[in-house]
């Protein structure tokens, strides 16, 4: 007779697929329709605030794989701390500035010299507006909730106007100043960078050892030469010194009649690299004794003096340093002690100017192998050598930048420096190294440059008089702000110098009241270094709680947001900074299209759905570079199956029960429902510290070995003999059921900052919820209970069930058995275990799913598997000693028959 009619068995909607390419945007829109974000802000609204400042990705082009684990590490604080009950509001924002939206519309075919600057600036930001607003759309695909009607952008009027105050207050403090010094510039971007916007490529370049020939010397030093290496050659018609130190020794070396300049320790070395098979040393002298001697340029007859300085090493080279204070900045230093000019005979394109004599008109690269040729005609070139190695290199265009001195607006690091350095101290570091590294950053920083030579970009608010004295005064900034805050900042571009001064303002250098405006534009480092400006303008504490970036942002971001939060407040921006690593493909490579080992977020979301994504960055070890491949997201697609299929269990077998009213307490409950819900609070205990921490991947490792062997293979194992046959009102059953629907909740809590559409779509289905969506619940609180002997007690029976599931299957494998119902168990245990077993009262041939066991004590553990002998009952499949005339045990004739 078939009985399956009359168990109990799981029922739920929540499907075995999840489908979620399709489904969570179903979730997505209802979390709109019921405006879910607003919801989880109105119920914290009295509570403490938590910040995180979004990093402003740049807006350009679709999201890729790094933006994607950026934005879910933050979305998981974020619903961490919401569901903790803090105040969370999340304000993303954009980037929108700057020569990658230049390069985008030349690619689309706009002309730049064709059109007004004005025209030119309005395509820029309808270009970045639309990246904005199909970039925000793919973010919020991945489930993150926030301002995305209201966010931050930095072309907009406010932002704009609060940078000007931003710049306002470092001009007040003295910082922001106009000076003649060599940066990083770029030649293919005509335009300064930041070190931020440097990268570092392999390159091809020349050595030259190059003697210059010494005036007016006497005794061992006449007619000798001093000796330099260089990798620049192109750099030597800038030459205004050489620089030794002042205590290192200096060997006056002859060689076939010639006399070279070099130090002592470097003589063996250079002996061997410029074959010099016959030498001696003539003399030696201390550095500082050759100041102020003098040498004559080989190519341009110019006298030059020796200089010396704590910057010349001699680890490799000559010990003597070509010094030219155009192109180098601790030759830009040195050259300020010793008055020397800045002299850079290389325009804004990288070609030699009328300064280089026979080198004008060339680029700088060719005008290196014609400089060469002319070293080797003077005979001053004692040796020339290609080598490759790591150069600097503009982050956009990927071709080399140069040192170059150029008239440059910078704001003064040095008056910071200390400031600085404390603020790093007070704030928190993930991981630890990164409050070395941006400490060691900030140490060896120079004055920032903050100039640009672009056109798309926030103007630098300066007005020069007519004798060319720079004009930033209070009120006048103050007054740039007010304007840019009503018209944007292409007001600068529409009016003339005089329409945009305060009406009626004068200046002493201007007698005839004409003024011109500073062209260059700020670094858009600054634009999103005063970011923290949205905190003030919209009410948010400052500074914030959190910042989160790639590791990349400790000489970006990280960095120009602590200089402008304590130039202008005082104080840095961030109390915790954690950053993560970059996404390599499954071999460790750099993903780029051209090799096809791409994985595009938008694809993965489309085919497998965000939160697969989201269990992706949650079993990764983010502070490092972290990999993924096709491969991979199948590994972590089979993760996230054992976790629906476990959470569909759980729910089927919650079909019918009612927790208002059906709901056994903890006091009154069986002990191994005790066991598994203290379990369950260690989970929970271990899961919030974890959350805490940041380490999100402990939590998947701590969540789904719950769920997989807690659980699965353990507890709902066992308990579907309960769950299935038993009366629906059975006691033990609504104990099972309160335990279940425990979990179940508390499971899903835990896991709604990282997998919040499955959370939310199970959660709707539990057989009663106190809330429109799982995000408005709190996460579940630490519990305090402890029963010591009840889990020493399990302890031992677990360690003892081991055992008897290895004997098990090798019944199975031996043929003796075939599922584990069939089995027959004589055991013989310890007097530990039978007090273990008699403590926990239970009804051990159930835990062990086997329908007969035989206890005996004695002084160790032993197991005899054997197939059961009897009958077997036609409903629950349990070995019995008879059954009834209708195939029935004893157990399910009762529960039959009282239906």
């Not at 280089?356 to 060719?366: K, L, W």
Request: proline letters at 4%; aromatic letters at 10%.
């Amino acid at each position: 007779m078939d009985y399956k009619d009359t168990l109990l068995m799981p029922k739920t909607d929540f499907q075995m697929r999840g489908n979620l390419g399709v489904r969570e945007v179903e979730f997505q829109q209802r979390w709109n329709d019921i405006d879910l974000y607003k919801k989880v802000l109105e119920k914290n609204k009295a509570s403490i605030p938590f910040i995180l400042h979004d990093g402003p990705p740049y807006a350009n082009g679709d999201i890729h794989i790094g933006h994607a684990l950026n934005k879910i590490l933050k979305d998981f604080v974020l619903r961490y701390q919401t569901m903790k009950g803090r105040y969370v509001p999340y304000v993303p924002g954009w980037d929108t500035h700057g020569l990658p939206i230049e390069t985008a519309l030349t690619k689309k075919g706009v002309k730049r010299k064709e059109i007004s600057l004005v025209e030119y600036r309005k395509l820029c930001r309808e270009y970045a507006l639309d990246q904005v607003e199909k970039q925000k759309g793919q973010f919020a695909r991945l489930g993150i909730l926030g301002e995305w009607e209201n966010p931050y952008i930095t072309l907009t009027n406010d932002y704009e106007a609060n940078q000007i105050k931003i710049f306002a207050k470092m001009v007040d403090r003295g910082l922001i100043y106009k000076g003649l010094k060599p940066v990083y510039w770029s030649p293919s971007s005509e335009s300064a960078l930041a070190e931020a916007e440097i990268e570092y490529q392999d390159k091809q370049s020349i050595s030259v050892y190059v003697a210059f020939p010494s005036i007016d010397a006497k005794d061992t030093l006449k007619d000798a030469s001093f000796l330099i290496w260089t990798t620049t050659p192109w750099t030597l018609p800038a030459n205004l010194a050489i620089s030794v130190h002042p205590r290192f020794n200096y060997s006056v070396v002859e060689v076939k009649g010639n006399r070279y300049v070099v130090a002592e320790t470097l003589v063996e070395t250079l002996a061997s690299t410029l074959n010099w098979d016959e030498y001696k040393v003539v003399d030696t002298i201390k550095g500082k004794d050759l100041e102020f001697m003098k040498y004559k340029h080989p190519l341009y007859g110019r006298i030059s003096p020796i200089i010396v300085g704590e910057h010349v090493t001699d680890s490799d080279g000559t010990g003597l340093v070509h010094t030219a204070p155009g192109h180098g900045e601790d030759d830009y230093r040195i050259g300020k002690v010793y008055d020397l000019d800045v002299f850079c005979p290389v325009d804004d394109k990288g070609f030699m100017t009328e300064d280089a004599g026979p080198f004008a008109g060339q680029y700088y690269e060719v005008a290196n192998e014609a400089i060469v040729v002319a070293l080797e005609e003077k005979g001053v070139l004692l040796k020339q050598n290609k080598f490759t190695h790591s150069y600097p290199h503009d982050w956009r265009t990927r071709k080399p930048v140069i040192f170059r001195a150029t008239p440059q607006w910078f704001a003064s690091i040095d008056q910071l420096k200390q400031d600085l350095l404390n603020e790093v101290k007070k704030a928190d570091w993930l991981p630890l190294w990164g409050e070395l590294r941006i400490s060691n950053m900030i140490t060896g920083r120079e004055d920032w440059c903050i100039s640009r030579q672009r056109a798309w970009g926030v103007p630098i608010p300066v007005f020069y008089a007519e004798n060319d004295e720079p004009i930033m005064t209070q009120e006048v900034l103050e007054h740039i702000s007010n304007l840019f805050r009503e018209f944007g900042s292409d007001i600068w571009y529409e009016k003339e110098a005089k329409d945009l001064l305060p009406k009626g303002f004068t200046h002493p250098g201007s007698p005839n009241n004409i003024f011109r405006k500073e062209t260059d534009i700020m670094d858009v480092w600054f634009d999103s270094g005063t970011s923290h400006s949205v905190l003030h303008a919209r009410n948010l504490p400052y500074p914030a709680d959190l910042y989160l970036e790639g590791s990349d942002q400790y000489r970006g971001w990280f960095n120009s947001s602590l200089i402008t939060g304590v130039a202008a407040y005082g104080q840095a921006p961030y109390k915790k900074v954690v950053s993560h690593g970059f996404v390599l493909d499954g071999q460790g490579k750099k993903m780029s299209k051209s090799l096809g080992n791409a994985v595009d977020p938008l694809v993965v979301m489309k085919q497998q759905g965000a939160d697969l994504l989201r269990l992706w960055v949650a079993t990764v070890d983010y502070q490092s570079d972290v990999r993924i491949s096709k491969e991979m997201m199948n590994q972590i697609s089979e993760g996230y199956r054992k976790i629906r299929n476990t959470l569909r269990f759980m729910l089927g077998n919650l079909d019918g029960f009612d927790p208002m009213t059906q709901y056994i307490n903890y006091d009154f409950r069986s002990k191994l429902n005790k066991v598994m819900t203290l379990k369950y609070n260690t989970l929970v205990k271990q899961v919030l510290l974890a959350y805490e921490k940041y380490e999100f991947d402990k939590v998947y490792r701590l969540v789904v070995p719950f769920m997989t062997n807690d659980l699965s293979a353990f507890y709902l194992d066992y308990t579907k003999d309960i769950l299935y046959i038993e009366k629906e009102h059975d006691a033990e059953r609504k104990g099972v059921q309160s335990t279940l629907y425990d979990i179940t909740l508390g499971v899903l809590k835990l896991l709604t900052p990282i997998l919040p559409h499955t959370a939310s779509e199970a959660y709707l289905l539990l057989p009663y919820k106190a809330k429109e969506d799982i995000y408005l619940e709190n996460l579940p609180e630490i519990s305090t209970k402890k029963e010591d002997d009840l889990m020493k007690a399990f302890k031992v029976f677990d360690h003892m069930r081991e055992n008897v599931l290895k004997k098990l299957e090798q019944a199975r494998e031996l043929k003796v058995i075939g599922k584990s119902l069939a089995a027959q168990l004589d055991m013989v245990v310890t007097q530990e275990q039978r007090d273990a077993i008699d403590f926990l009262d239970m009804k051990i041939h159930q835990v062990l799913i086997v329908s007969k066991v035989n206890l005996s004590v004695g002084s160790k553990f032993e197991v005899l598997v054997s197939p059961a002998i009897g009958e077997t009952c036609d409903r629950c499949w349990n070995i019995v000693d008879h059954v009834h005339e209708n195939g029935l045990c004893d157990r399910c004739q009762q529960v039959i028959g009282s239906k």
